[in-house]
């Protein structure tokens, strides 16, 4: 079972990370074309602050100050959205879904590893708050109308992906606790972090499904290999 | 009473407006040093977005369609925003409490003249969503730490208003309807728009109170003049 500065380090960064999307969100909405884009990507943007409200409020019961526990990773988050600042709207939909969907899946493993209660209300930020039913027709009629475009952010959707797990190997490695989170005590002591590298590996999986049904290109097998030889 | 028109006319102009306030909020959100102050900035943006919601619901409910209703005022709200983007952090606090308090001032001007359910809800939707308790005392500091910034932020505000009052004009001379809304039906058919007139010029008396309270200079006489040579 993980200990309590590892828990208040994954609500820290999740909560973050919910902020983070609440601002990324409300961007694209105020980018969308349309009053009802707008409209949609809006509630799904509340959506997201709904959820960094529920984490603050579970760090305070924990007696953590949520801005402390906040605090470590917004250098890393904050670095991985200004190395992937979208050049058009299709790329801002494209890494809405691929990037959040990974970094859900993550998240999501990692909190098998806590106690019911923090679980559950991980696995409920989690849940997709209707971004996938509003991304996927959107990227797939793009591409029909313009086949060139699958190359173009399917390079888009890798180099997203390559900077989504840069962040995550910075993040585990200078935050302990959190490392702790991710493998039994013993492993962390021997100094074993394969378990977090087959964690990454597994990660790629559900990370091709999504792909798929954007209809972007099949080069899952090269992010697995890449991913295995960090 | 006013017609059916001039109240979709208003609850839309007032839905889109609360959907942009909530876009602008989230970006000061986003845009704010501490965590601390981006969340409270972005609890009050999603509380604009709520009151967009109810707006929607209310337009729903007359039977119209909300995207249709709020068409007309996308133009007029978006070159307002357009020409007073601010330079930085303390303009955008400014015309957040400023421009949003105008606004609101000429919103429950007009919705004196609506049924009491719209009127409630209007009033409801305009509430002050804790806006000037963040805004006050950071600009009073800010004005306090350096002097200089009274004199540019005042001139800011002139420009705010100035641009609000251009626009409002334009909205009301482009939707007969909505001006049916706000001067009497004889009045409006003799083409007498001079309660129009004495109402924006009751607005400065409000926006008055506004700038004696962040601390900014009396240049309200001026404002005044020009309003109403307008």
């Given at each position: 079972m993980a200990g309590t500065d590892g828990v208040v380090d994954l609500l820290g960064l999740l909560a973050y990370a919910e902020l983070v999307a609440f601002f990324r969100l409300s961007e694209d909405a105020a980018l969308a074309q349309s009053l009802a884009d707008k409209a949609a990507l809006g509630e799904m943007a509340v959506a997201e602050f709904g959820h960094f409200q529920k984490l603050r409020e579970e760090l305070r019961s924990l007696g953590a100050v949520p801005e402390e526990a906040m605090g470590p990773f917004v250098a890393p988050l904050d670095a991985f959205h200004a190395r992937t600042v979208p050049a058009n709207w299709l790329e801002g939909l494209v890494k809405a879904y691929v990037g959040d969907g990974i970094a859900a899946d993550f998240y999501r493993a990692v909190a098998e590893l806590l106690r019911p209660r923090q679980r559950a209300l991980v696995m409920e930020v989690l849940a997709d708050t209707g971004h996938a039913a509003f991304v996927i027709p959107r990227v797939r009629a793009a591409i029909e109308a313009d086949p060139r475009l699958a190359g173009r952010l399917s390079l888009w959707a890798r180099r997203l992906v390559g900077e989504a797990l840069a962040q995550a190997h910075r993040v585990v490695g200078e935050r302990p606790p959190l490392a702790q989170v991710l493998v039994s005590t013993a492993d962390y002591e021997r100094g074993d972090q394969g378990e977090i590298g087959r964690m990454f590996a597994r990660l790629t999986d559900a990370h091709d499904e999504r792909m798929a049904a954007l209809g972007?290109?099949?080069?899952e097998r090269q992010v697995e290999t890449e991913a295995a030889a960090d």
């Amino acid at each position: 079972m993980a200990g309590t500065d590892g828990v208040v380090d994954l609500l820290g960064l999740l909560a973050y990370a919910e902020l983070v999307a609440f601002f990324r969100l409300s961007e694209d909405a105020a980018l969308a074309q349309s009053l009802a884009d707008k409209a949609a990507l809006g509630e799904m943007a509340v959506a997201e602050f709904g959820h960094f409200q529920k984490l603050r409020e579970e760090l305070r019961s924990l007696g953590a100050v949520p801005e402390e526990a906040m605090g470590p990773f917004v250098a890393p988050l904050d670095a991985f959205h200004a190395r992937t600042v979208p050049a058009n709207w299709l790329e801002g939909l494209v890494k809405a879904y691929v990037g959040d969907g990974i970094a859900a899946d993550f998240y999501r493993a990692v909190a098998e590893l806590l106690r019911p209660r923090q679980r559950a209300l991980v696995m409920e930020v989690l849940a997709d708050t209707g971004h996938a039913a509003f991304v996927i027709p959107r990227v797939r009629a793009a591409i029909e109308a313009d086949p060139r475009l699958a190359g173009r952010l399917s390079l888009w959707a890798r180099r997203l992906v390559g900077e989504a797990l840069a962040q995550a190997h910075r993040v585990v490695g200078e935050r302990p606790p959190l490392a702790q989170v991710l493998v039994s005590t013993a492993d962390y002591e021997r100094g074993d972090q394969g378990e977090i590298g087959r964690m990454f590996a597994r990660l790629t999986d559900a990370h091709d499904e999504r792909m798929a049904a954007l209809g972007l290109a099949d080069w899952e097998r090269q992010v697995e290999t890449e991913a295995a030889a960090d």
